[in-house]
């Protein structure tokens, strides 16, 4: 089975690095796979982990729309740039990373779109 390029390193960490860099989203992360209140637009209960969270640090906001990736996840909610946020959790993790391993997670997290927008129906 092929890991995905730029979260096995970080594979079950996710939901402590999302809940101590991201404190807002704590409840998302306590309450999976219940939805919670979304912090960065409001509602009631829009926001949910992804059922891979452990392994991606991915959610989904019905209104704001989805981010497959706990670095997606962190530049949305702090709004940073993704490079930023892959910075935070290099230091975050203490991860020695190499120059290359690290140019790999910020080209991977570059590659992924930022938003996939979700209709109100559950289709694209």
């Given at each position: ?20 860099l ?65 910075q ?37």
């Open positions: 089975m092929r890991q995905k390029a730029g979260h096995s390193q970080y594979n079950g960490l996710w939901p402590d690095i999302i809940s101590r991201a404190p807002e989203l704590r409840a998302a992360v306590q309450s999976r796979p219940r939805h919670v209140l979304c912090p960065v637009h409001g509602g009631k209960d829009g926001l949910r982990c992804f059922n891979d969270f452990d392994e991606t640090g991915g959610m989904i906001c019905n209104t704001c729309g989805a981010f497959p990736n706990g670095y997606l996840v962190l530049a949305w909610t702090l709004d940073i740039p993704i490079q930023e946020a892959v935070l959790v290099r230091n975050f993790s203490g991860s020695s990373a190499s120059r290359e391993e690290r140019g790999t997670l910020v080209k991977v997290a570059n590659s992924i779109p930022l938003v996939y927008p979700v209709s109100h129906d559950g289709t694209k």
